[in-house]
């Protein structure tokens, strides 16, 4: 089955349960397809046949046992590298973690192990998910099957040019501020955000802990449904983590219906601001979905203008103390300097070798933003601001089902374009950032091809707290009403990876 | 490093007012750690009982362990403050190597407990009021051990280990606020509230509450100005000092060394100090000032803790009584001596003293068997009193057999060694060693004549029905007889006598 790496994960997913094909076949084909494209695409970082076929096999003879783990049973997936595994290196993206390999699994991992879906390797991203390209991987970017000219979008870029690559069905992103619905909206791939707390983040290593949320990525809007099912539920590990079930995404995808569905567009992420053709595609969403039959009304949500200040006061904070744990002490990297090495001096030595700029950047600003005497005026004032987000879309919430914006204000730009200016790089997320200070779910379907570049946009769905089955429902309606359109997904139209 | 010049304390009372401020932290001895499930004991394999999440590994999150919370709250009730209905966890941020994440996660603007008082009574009876700031929960750091100086400290050492099997240990702090009036007293006030805090936690069960093995460690503050001044003068903070002798010494220290430094024109600088325990004195520690940045924020990783009214109300219910209030309580009770009832409080007997009281024995008597042969005999076997292999009902048992007349003292000792040697209770030990009293008919009538003839009026009240009378004359019998005699034969005889 030559188009085997272009099938969706359920579709590969019922094929191996009807065991028309096993997951070794399969694992086999995504795992040789990698080993062969990410020269190119540099989307993994570590790639492990043993392990992957190991699994895969192991899924076989429990299906061959009658034991049918998951819905996804037997599907091979990729993992972003800032989730621990036992059996493969974990970096985060960083020099200071190179070749350490974790003494336990994440709780996903664990839970994706526990459903039979073999992981065929860890995805490259920003160096500890600082970043909207790839370019501050440690390890060099990611690239975008679109165009390997171009980013593939980040932090998890790695995951998003694996998935749109077809080097894997699937694969797990996380999102702090777009890391998932960025990379998905400039890749022509689904990215969902899931409510914090959804997903338990034990083992996820962290950026900002009040901000960080794991999800899936996928190509169609059902594989993220079925994987944010394998994915999700109370944590025992995590104390943030929900203790309620948000039910089935998979059964809002299948019953997704537009009768009596109210949109509402942000007026503060309607603008100029995006790019023409991701406007112009971004209109065209709205337009097919009133002609579907939804009421569509524009909500105000002032605050949404401060909320990318107050998210780069949140997130240097959380994470300059989180990666406080980066000192050569118990395990990564350890730099001893020439001299009298101290034990100040060593963890000096060994952070300044070890931490990229981007990193620096934010542990300076994030220590200072927590000073004494400046607290109150940074963090304590990013807090507030990030209240009145929540009371904004509280607001709009109460007129409407989920609100719909642009996921991203650009298509893929090209590598190097914007590393040296990071103020213009933070600028991405300014659509996504809101959700992930107010806890809510969000996803990036595609939308189309801009005009000017014919590269893909993304349109982002917020839904209110928990009521991730509402965001997965638009989605579908969404992703529904274009397959009308194109015949097929949107990444059908991708440029064939072999001939680039 | 040595000693500092020191004025003279009598000297140092009468020229400056001494304030004081305590700061105790208190290890929790439940069974996990206060954020992971690694076992909380002392004494294992360093770097044994350590997890993901104890040493900081790059995703592992913290979970509170509820029972931490619950013995917090306990704390808390203990000392008369008020329970915070929700109370977050910060994270502490500064670099260390025995502090695995390099924060340590503490509580600091929402604390569990605040506002709370405790009354500490000194030796002759004088009573201070020490007003309670607050108790927070913390995690303890690990512990570092510096190899190839010659002081065992930091500076000099060569290399340091560290040991994060305490890393995650759940700690209370309990802060009083200043201290004012205690004068000449201040030493002795910051030894006895040590000793309250530690006797208090020790009766909850909460901790194990033993200084040597720093369950129990204290930091003192201390602060001088002249009688008069209003704005308080600079203080210093002497470290984990850790035994009560210790803490009153370092206190009285640092008096002597602020008061000499002041009186000849200098000025305090405001630091922590150590002491040497060895010999006596602090020595400068590191700077410290109200400026220290930790840069304090509120733990995202954990949802605030909201004990329910309910919960604190379980919790209050469960209190043991005050061991101040429990102390005079007994005394009053037992209608002790001073100073055998301060025998009985410093051999740590009162449990079981108390224990055998209520299983019928005299207070009298449980007591010179607690603090008598059976202390003999612990301080022979070398171990302590409180584990020899006796209860404190078969020991109330054995004295009722003496009382009765059945046991001799002699033959309640050999009872007390077959109970100690697992030769079961004391019943099964008489059986098994024959320890029977043997009846000489004609001594004992002889015996119990002589013994009637002391106390007349016995026969009579007997007649009357007052059988229990002759309880009396049994013990002058026994003794008479030096117990070896049957306690039975002896009543027996009596009531005969009576007809």
């Known amino acids: 089955m030559s188009d085997l790496i272009h099938k969706s994960a359920s579709e590969l997913a019922d094929l191996i349960a009807s065991k028309s094909i096993s997951s070794e076949e399969v694992t086999s084909a995504f795992f040789d397809r990698s080993v062969e494209l990410n020269p190119k695409t540099n989307s993994y970082l570590y790639l492990n046949r043993d392990t992957a076929i190991a699994a895969a096999k192991a899924a076989d003879a429990a299906l061959a046992n009658g034991e049918k783990l998951s819905p996804l049973h037997g599907v091979p997936i990729a993992v972003k590298d800032n989730l621990t595994t036992t059996d493969a290196p974990t970096t985060s993206g960083s020099k200071i973690l190179e070749g350490w390999v974790p003494q336990y699994d994440a709780t996903v991992v664990a839970r994706l192990r526990k459903a039979g879906l073999p992981i065929l390797g860890k995805t490259n991203m920003d160096e500890f998910a600082m970043g909207s390209s790839t370019e501050y991987s440690a390890y060099g970017p990611s690239k975008n099957p679109w165009d390997l000219t171009r980013i593939p979008g980040g932090s998890g870029g790695g995951s998003s040019s694996a998935v749109s690559g077809h080097l894997a069905p699937i694969a797990i992103g996380s999102d702090t501020g777009g890391s998932i619905r960025f990379p998905a909206a400039v890749t022509g791939s689904v990215g969902a955000k899931p409510t914090y707390g959804a997903v338990s983040r034990y083992g996820l290593i962290a950026l900002a802990s009040s901000l960080d949320q794991i999800g899936p990525v996928s190509n169609t809007v059902l594989d993220s449904a079925l994987l944010q099912d394998v994915i999700s539920g109370h944590d025992k590990h995590d104390s943030t983590s929900l203790p309620q079930s948000l039910g089935s995404m998979a059964d809002a995808v299948r019953s997704a219906d537009v009768k009596g569905l109210r949109v509402g567009v942000v007026k503060q992420l309607d603008s100029d601001a995006f790019q023409p053709g991701v406007k112009a595609c971004f209109d065209d969403t709205i337009a097919k979905l009133v002609a579907a039959g939804a009421e569509v009304v524009t909500v105000d949500c002032p605050s949404f203008e401060y909320a990318i200040a107050a998210y780069y006061l949140i997130l240097p904070a959380e994470a300059s103390s989180n990666l406080a744990k980066f000192d050569s002490v118990r395990f990564g990297l350890r730099v001893i300097p020439d001299g009298n090495p101290t034990i100040e001096r060593v963890m000096a030595a060994t952070r300044e070798a070890g931490f990229g700029p981007e990193v620096k950047r934010r542990i300076i600003l994030g220590t200072y933003a927590l000073s004494s005497g400046y607290y109150d005026a940074y963090y304590g004032s990013a807090q507030k601001v990030r209240t009145l987000i929540q009371q904004d879309l509280a607001k709009a919430f109460s007129q409407v089902d989920v609100l719909l914006t642009p996921t991203a204000p650009t298509t893929a730009f090209k590598i190097g374009e914007k590393v040296n200016d990071p103020l213009a790089m933070y600028l991405n997320d300014i659509a996504t950032i809101p959700a992930n200070l107010a806890g809510i779910p969000g996803m990036s379907v595609p939308n189309g091809l801009a005009f000017e570049d014919g590269l893909p946009s993304g349109v982002q769905i917020l839904a209110p707290a928990m009521q991730d089955a509402q965001m997965y429902r638009v989605g579908s309606i969404v992703e529904q009403m274009y397959l009308a359109e194109w015949g097929a997904p949107l990444i059908a139209k991708a440029p064939k990876l072999e001939v680039l | 490093m040595a000693k500092e010049a020191l004025m003279p304390y009598e000297q140092a009372i009468e020229q400056f007012e001494v304030v004081i401020g305590l700061e105790v932290h208190v290890e929790l001895n439940t069974k996990s750690k206060m954020f992971c499930g690694c076992a909380n004991?002392?004494?294992?394999?360093?770097?044994?009982?350590?997890?993901?999440?104890?040493?900081?590994?790059?995703?592992?999150?913290?979970?509170?362990?509820?029972?931490?919370?619950?013995?917090?709250?306990?704390?808390?009730?203990?000392?008369?403050?008020?329970?915070?209905?929700?109370?977050?966890?910060?994270?502490?941020?500064?670099?260390?190597?025995?502090?695995?994440?390099?924060?340590?996660?503490?509580?600091?603007?929402?604390?569990?407990?605040?506002?709370?008082?405790?009354?500490?009574?000194?030796?002759?009876?004088?009573?201070?009021?020490?007003?309670?700031?607050?108790?927070?929960?913390?995690?303890?750091?690990?512990?570092?051990?510096?190899?190839?100086?010659?002081?065992?400290?930091?500076?000099?050492?060569?290399?340091?280990?560290?040991?994060?099997?305490?890393?995650?240990?759940?700690?209370?702090?309990?802060?009083?606020?200043?201290?004012?009036?205690?004068?000449?007293?201040?030493?002795?006030?910051?030894?006895?509230?040590?000793?309250?805090?530690?006797?208090?936690?020790?009766?909850?069960?909460?901790?194990?509450?033993?200084?040597?093995?720093?369950?129990?460690?204290?930091?003192?503050?201390?602060?001088?100005?002249?009688?008069?001044?209003?704005?308080?003068?600079?203080?210093?903070?002497?470290?984990?000092?850790?035994?009560?002798?210790?803490?009153?010494?370092?206190?009285?220290?640092?008096?002597?060394?602020?008061?000499?430094?002041?009186?000849?024109?200098?000025?305090?600088?405001?630091?922590?100090?150590?002491?040497?325990?060895?010999?006596?004195?602090?020595?400068?520690?590191?700077?410290?000032?109200?400026?220290?940045?930790?840069?304090?924020?509120?733990?995202?990783?954990?949802?605030?803790?909201?004990?329910?009214?309910?919960?604190?109300?379980?919790?209050?219910?469960?209190?043991?009584?005050?061991?101040?209030?429990?102390?005079?309580?007994?005394?009053?009770?037992?209608?002790?001596?001073?100073?055998?009832?301060?025998?009985?409080?410093?051999?740590?007997?009162?449990?079981?003293?108390?224990?055998?009281?209520?299983?019928?024995?005299?207070?009298?008597?449980?007591?010179?068997?607690?603090?008598?042969?059976?202390?003999?005999?612990?301080?022979s076997q070398e171990v302590a009193v409180q584990d020899l292999s006796i209860t404190p009902t078969q020991v109330a048992k054995i004295q009722q057999l003496i009382d009765s007349g059945e046991l001799t003292d002699r033959m309640a000792r050999d009872v007390v060694a077959g109970v100690l040697a697992g030769e079961g209770d004391p019943e099964a030990v008489i059986e098994k060693r024959g320890l029977k009293v043997v009846s000489d008919d004609g001594a004992l009538i002889a015996a119990i004549d002589e013994a009637l003839a002391k106390q007349p009026d016995v026969l009579e009240k007997i007649r009357e029905g007052k059988v229990q009378a002759a309880g009396a004359v049994i013990g002058a019998v026994m003794q008479a007889m030096r117990g070896q005699v049957d306690a039975a034969r002896v009543r027996e005889l009596i009531l005969e006598r009576a007809k």
């Open chain 2, 41 to 379: 004991i002392f004494g294992n394999e360093p770097n044994t009982n350590v997890c993901p999440i104890c040493i900081g590994l790059p995703g592992s999150l913290p979970a509170v362990n509820k029972k931490a919370v619950e013995s917090s709250i306990a704390i808390g009730l203990a000392l008369g403050c008020q329970i915070a209905p929700t109370g977050r966890f910060s994270r502490k941020n500064y670099f260390y190597p025995d502090l695995a994440k390099n924060f340590q996660t503490s509580q600091y603007d929402e604390p569990i407990a605040s506002e709370g008082k405790i009354n500490i009574e000194l030796e002759d009876g004088v009573v201070f009021e020490v007003l309670i700031e607050r108790a927070h929960m913390e995690e303890d750091a690990g512990k570092l051990t510096h190899i190839g100086g010659a002081t065992g400290r930091i500076q000099g050492a060569e290399y340091s280990l560290v040991d994060y099997n305490r890393a995650g240990v759940p700690l209370v702090e309990i802060v009083t606020k200043p201290v004012y009036g205690a004068g000449a007293r201040a030493p002795e006030l910051a030894a006895a509230y040590v000793h309250a805090i530690r006797e208090i936690v020790k009766s909850m069960n909460v901790s194990d509450a033993r200084m040597e093995r720093g369950n129990v460690r204290c930091d003192a503050n201390v602060s001088i100005r002249p009688y008069g001044q209003t704005k308080l003068g600079t203080r210093t903070e002497t470290k984990n000092v850790n035994s009560l002798r210790s803490v009153e010494n370092a206190v009285r220290y640092e008096i002597q060394r602020q008061a000499h430094i002041l009186a000849n024109g200098g000025t305090i600088t405001q630091e922590t100090r150590h002491w040497h325990e060895d010999r006596g004195y602090t020595s400068a520690g590191r700077p410290k000032s109200d400026a220290d940045d930790y840069r304090y924020f509120p733990e995202p990783d954990l949802v605030p803790v909201q004990p329910s009214l309910a919960w604190i109300e379980e919790i209050r219910a469960t209190l043991p009584e005050n061991p101040g209030l429990r102390r005079k309580r007994l005394m009053e009770a037992w209608g002790f001596a001073e100073l055998e009832f301060r025998d009985v409080v410093n051999s740590d007997l009162l449990d079981q003293v108390e224990a055998t009281v209520a299983a019928g024995a005299a207070p009298q008597a449980a007591r010179k068997w607690w603090t008598g042969e059976l202390a003999r005999l612990a301080n």
